[in-house]
């Protein structure tokens, strides 16, 4: 009889016990009253303490009694920063957010091609970043130029400083250049050096969008280059043009322009202009290092988002009269440039 009490107490216990768990796993881990995802900030100097008693009053969750006993479980403290609390989240899943600091994200694409003007620019319409986009402190990104920037697409903590994004760019350009002067790599000739290389790269990356493109417009401009050819690169005039900002923002570019006085204007000046116009990304510095093998002088737009290419003037013409024709389809007042 009393072995048979023993049993009965025995289950009794392991029912009390698993429904205490049940009960608390649905607590922590399933019951939310997220009903649409909700932005919270972690301040300096906050507690968990206070951190509880502002998620319950914002209703974020149903008992700071129970986020703080899953912030414990996780770890005992809670990580300054911007969250973004998804819908459906539990105390425990909006516990451990805070508590690892999975801070609420927000996305940054610099596009290839863009001045630093551009770049900085782009950045001050970024709702998401804080702060603004100079500095006068002698720090490297105080002081940025052309071809400093490494554009791509950068994943970063809402309410990050531009300055910070920036900086991150201007260390990733400066990995590749470090990574290519261990390697020892010398550009093609009659390049010499990085600055050479990316400055190339760069007008490489203003004349054609087509990554696949790329090495053929490379290997005109080299090609060019070893005869003792002038570049006659429009992106270098437009630069001028812009005082460095690189977009001519509408307005279109003359035959008259291309007189204008600067050793960046390569209708004027032969070989390359003393520092990059643009930043650039991989595929225009992979296109200048391995350029096509083509005895190609000339190109010229082709209508289509492309380029036609020519060995001899005769040809390039012919290309250039098409071109011209559909610009005056598209603008009959334009005067076209015609190099």
């Known amino acids: 009889m009393r072995k048979r009490t023993r049993k009965i107490f025995t289950r009794y216990v392991f029912l009390i016990a698993v429904a205490m768990f049940a009960v608390i796993y649905y607590a922590l881990c399933v019951r939310t ?7 919270f900030s972690i301040n300096s100097g906050d ?17 700071d009694v129970a986020f703080k006993m899953a912030t414990r479980l996780q770890g005992g403290r809670v990580q300054v920063g911007e969250y973004e609390i998804p819908r459906g ?14 801070v609420a994200t927000t996305t940054v694409v610099i596009p290839e091609g863009l001045t630093i003007l551009q770049i900085k620019d782009l950045l001050r319409g970024a709702q998401n970043l804080t702060g603004d986009v100079d500095c006068d402190d002698g720090r490297p990104v105080c002081d940025l130029a052309d071809g400093d920037i490494f554009p791509d697409t950068y994943y970063v903590a809402r309410g990050t400083s531009r300055l910070a994004v920036l900086e991150l760019a201007r260390k990733n350009m400066e990995s590749i250049k470090n990574k290519w002067m261990r390697l020892r790599r010398n550009p093609p000739a009659p390049l010499s050096g990085w600055n050479d290389l990316i400055t190339l790269a760069s007008i490489v990356q203003r004349e054609t969008p087509r990554a696949s493109e790329m090495p053929i417009v490379a290997s005109v401009y080299l090609n060019r280059l070893r005869r003792g050819m002038r570049l006659q690169a429009d992106p270098t005039v437009v630069y001028v043009l812009t ?10 570019l003359l035959r008259g322009h291309l007189k204008i006085d600067s050793p960046y204007n390569t209708y004027r000046n032969k070989g390359l202009p003393p520092a990059p116009i643009a930043n650039v990304g991989r595929a225009a510095i992979r296109a200048v ?18 380029h036609k290419f020519s060995t001899d003037y005769e040809s390039h013409m012919k290309h250039h009269a098409d071109w011209r024709e559909i610009k005056k389809l598209n603008n009959p007042e334009l005067e076209s440039v015609n190099y």
């Open 47 to 63: 507690t968990v303490t206070s951190v509880a008693r502002r998620l319950n009053n914002e209703e974020i969750i149903f008992s």
């Open 243 to 252: 005082d460095g900002y690189g977009d001519m923002r509408g307005e279109p």
């Open 89 to 102: 989240a539990s105390v425990w899943l909006i516990a451990n957010m805070l508590t690892h600091g999975k």
């Open 33 to 39: 009253t997220i009903r649409e995802s909700v932005m």
């Open 289 to 306: 290092m391995k350029p096509a093998d083509t005895n190609y002088l000339y190109f010229v737009a082709d209508g289509q988002g492309g």
